[in-house]
């Protein structure tokens, strides 16, 4: 079984790929399969969370990219800024991991949830694709790949 204890900084060339939904990726000891189906062992520091486009080291030199595996999740949009505002303020009072998008918002597929933002004017539509939520204030913040500026921003307009 490969051994991985060791992040890297992006490379130009990778030898594997491990593929995970973010409930995996949260977790620093994991026994899972490489995208080629080898088995391998995460040892990783505790408390860090694995993104997509992320860079590991295996214990024989190997490169792996991490790839945020596509997984049921709701894509919430609404028809104002200030209702998706609000909705997003309510899923954080319930501490419920986020991931904010240019005028849309995404997080673990729950029925509970969708019925309370269909509740509050929200669409809440399901589907699949990666789930990469916000750190969270004291995460050390979260950037997804390629963006050039932070989430709120489009929620605000350029008049924020």
Known sequence: MLIVE????????HDEELVLPFDLRQKSRLRTRL?????????LERGAVLRGGDYLKGN????IKVV????????????????????AYHLGNRHVPVEVGDGWL???????????????????????APFEPEA????GGHKHHGEAHGGLIHLFGNNA
């Open 6 to 13: 060791t992040r890297c900084e992006p490379q130009a060339h």
């Open 35 to 43: 995208a080629s189906g080898e088995e391998v062992g995460l040892f």
């Open 60 to 63: 024989d030199g190997r490169v």
């Open 68 to 87: 945020a595996a596509p997984e049921t999740v709701l894509k919430v949009t609404c028809s104002s800024p200030i209702e998706l505002i609000r909705a």
């Open 106 to 128: 995404r997080l673990g597929a729950d029925h509970v949830l969708a019925d309370m933002l269909n509740g509050l004017g929200a669409e809440v539509t399901e589907e699949q």
């Open 136 to 139: 969270g204030a004291y995460g």
